[in-house]
Structure formats: structure tokens, C-alpha cells
């Protein structure tokens, strides 16, 4: 590119400034992947999931799932995830959007069928309870005895989405108190330069406009390059895709060569 | 009393005006059985839950679950709960507090290992993904073929919640604008004139105080009397209690009693 591109930290780099364990590991695995893609698994059934997971795994770094969409939900079925969750190298991320208060989503996220702080490295929460529902996940996460990252809603991709102006910045204020274990942002805008912080995008297409039920898409070059966002969340565009495979390959370099063009390197 | 009582509408007159099957159930149940309780059932397996609803249901017109914090889920315990809630006469509300986008929701509600939509009278949502949530679980509602109503938290207890202002301002509208499904708010003041619309207030316990996680609590009296709110959750104070039916039997009284204050009538 002819314009100059301002210096930005690479994930390596930013890897070594965060403060949590599963911030690192996913920055190492988008160095060595070279995928800044993650895959929004809106499948009905455990099987479908481990299908797409083998399918998509060598291109993504991030898995995210629904698991209280699935009719057939198995311990098995999230053992044999996390095994390819291995093999391939990318991280689960439980999208289930908690949103009660801390003693209740303490529960929610250790007890029940699912057990998500047992399998999912990552999850997420509305900030719309206030700070006590980062407590009390945190509770939960120290509970799993495993490494845990929390991400905050911080906006949505939806019309008329009520994720915006003091609410957002309210979001931004929970997370920067709770560094080390608020490891970034579900928003559409860079909110923080603080670079331990990562922000992902649902909502990507390659294809513009919605779907009737109202979700909006955007682009991986206007995410990644235009609004230096981090991670791409790609649901449709890929697991609806006749093949899933080359659409994620496609994906995947599209975030990727978005990413560079931010670095000022060329393209794959 | 002495001082002169605004008129207020009945319970019986406000399912009269109900366009929502489920709302009219629940204003004749609240008439019949003298009862503006709503127990909240934060237990950890489905035979306390069991339990809990066979010692307060005698004193509830509603009982609040979250069936994702239960470490023994069986659909035979949803029949059982389903057939005490017929034999008892209360509703059930699933607080789900769903939080996603309309093509997500609708999946979550109907299917995964809980099947909401199934079971559920009641469940509710948080307005932030905007009006494409609501659109999701009317037709995850329709798909169930069942009478089903939806809650908006238009307000929360919890110290610092984020539902406050404009936020709340446009859960209203969005409520008005899907009438008929939306049947009333999770709510701490009351938020709409309009006797359709119920008005239901979490964190209540005849002690004041907070549970360190954030929660903070206000008395029966002050939310149906005062802040003429319709039902008054209770959890902690009841289910905690050493005498379940006892601590039931109280709030249910204390409840109505703030209620027939409000219609200028005397206690009993």
C-alpha cells in the first residue's frame, strides 16, 4: 500500500502483555495459525458441531458455540470437542451471553447439564447487571480450577441494539477493573488501545444485509482494516456455505490480509 | 387509613383487559389464590426444586426457575413440576434472561436439552440485542404452539446494573410495540399506566440488605405499596428460611396485604 499505516503491536507481542493465561494462548495460536477467525457454530446437534469443528478447525482459532441449541448434547460430545479443540488448535468460546446477577450466574455457569466453565476456555456476559455478574463468574471460573477469560457485550451487531453510548462505556469501565479476567469485548468498535484487551465481531459476511430477523453484516476487510477490530465472528457465511471448508480457507485469509494491511505488511 | 386511596384497578378487571392468555391465567390465579408471589427457586437439583414447589405452592401465583443451574435436569421433573403448577395453580416463569439475537434465541427457547418453550408459561428477555429478540422468541413461542408471554428486565436490583435511563425507556417502547406477547417488565419502579402490562420486582426480603455479590433487597411493602409494583420475587427469604411454608405463608401475606392497601381496602 502507498499510504503509510500507523505501527501496530503484533499478537506475539500482545501476548506477552496480557495478564491472562487464555488471552496468551489464543493471541500464540493466531500467530502460528495465522487465523484471526472464529466460527460461529449455529448448528442443532452435537454431531453437526463435531462435524464443522473437524471441518473449519485448521482455519480458525476460535470455535464459538451455542451449546443450549444442541437436541443431543452429550459430555461425550463436548469430550471429543475439546480433544479437536487439541488437535487442530483453537479455543472454545461458550457465546451465552450471561446476563443475571452474580450468585446466579455462578451457577448457571459450573452447574447444570452444560458444566460451560468446565470445557469453554472463553464465555461471555451482558455488563447489564453490573460489576457483581463479573464476580460471580469469576467465582465460578476459580471453582472450574482451570484457566477461565470472560468477554463483555459491549455492543451488538442487531438493529436497534440498546448496547450503545454510557452503556457501552459503562462495559469498557467493567472490563478495564476487571483486567486479567474481562479479556476484551464482543462490540462492532475498537473500544480500548489498551492492547491485553480483544475485541471480536459477530456478524461478518462476505456478503452484505441481514436476515430478516434483524441481524446486519459486515464485511472482514471493514472490521479487521477499517475498524481494527481483532477477531472476525463468521456464523452463516460459513455454515451455510455449500462448501464450509473453502469458506472458511476464504475467511480466513480475508481476516488474515485484513490484519497485515494494518500492520503495513502485503498480503498472503 | 385515613388518607384517600387513587382507584385501582383489580386483578380480575386487569385480565379482563389481557390480550395474552397466559397474563389473563395469572391476574385470575392472583385473584383466587390471594397471591402476588412469585417464589424465585435458586436450587441446585430438580428433587429440592420438586420440593420447594410442593411447600410454596400453595401461596404462589408464580414460580421463578433457572433450570440451567440444576445438576439433575430430566424432562420426568419438568412433567412432575408441570402437573404440581396445574394442581397447585401457579404459573412457571423460566428467568432465562435471554440475551442474543432473534435467530439465536428462537433456538435456545425451543430446543437444546430444556426445551423451554415447552414447559415455560413464562420466560423473559433483556431488550439489548433491540426488537429482533423479541420477533426471535414469538416465533420459537408460535412454534411451540403454546400460549406462552415474554418479560422484558427493563430494570435490575443489582448495584451498578446498566438498565437504567434510555436503556430502560426503550424496553418500554418495545413492549408497547409487541403487546399481546410482551405482557409486562422485570422491573424495580413501575414503569407503564397501562393495567395489561404486570410489573415484576426481584431482590424482595423483609430484611434489608445485599448478598455480596452485588444483589440488594427491598421489602414487599415498599414495592407493591409504594413503587405499585404487581409481584413481589422472593428467593433467598424464603427458600433459605428454616420454615419454608411458614416464610412462604408470611410473604404471600405481606404481599397482598401491600396490595389491598393500595386498593384502599383493609388487610386480612
Redesign the interface.
Known sequence: TSSPVPKEMTWSARAELSQNAIAKKLFHLMESKKSNLCVAA?V?SMKELITLAKEVGPYICLLKT??????D?SLDGVRELEELSQSAGFLLFE?R?F??????V???YT????HIAEWAHITNA????????I??LK?GADKSGKDRALLL?AE????????V???TK??VKMAKENAGFVTGFIAQNKLVDDPQFIHMTPGVKLEKGG?G???QYNSPKDVIAERKMDIIIVGRGITQAQDRVEAASTYQRAGYDAYLSRLGKSKT
Request: net charge negative; charged share 20%.
Open positions: 449455529d442443532s451455542h451449546i443450549d441449541a444442541l437436541d448434547f457465546d451471553k446476563g443475571d446477577i452474580g450468585a446466579t455462578m451457577n448457571q452447574s447444570g447439564v452444560y451482558h455488563p447489564v447487571p453490573g460489576p457483581g455478574i464476580s460471580g467465582k457485550v451488538m451487531s442487531s438493529e436497534g441494539s440498546l448496547a453510548g454510557p452503556y459503562e462495559a436476515d430477523l434483524g441481524q
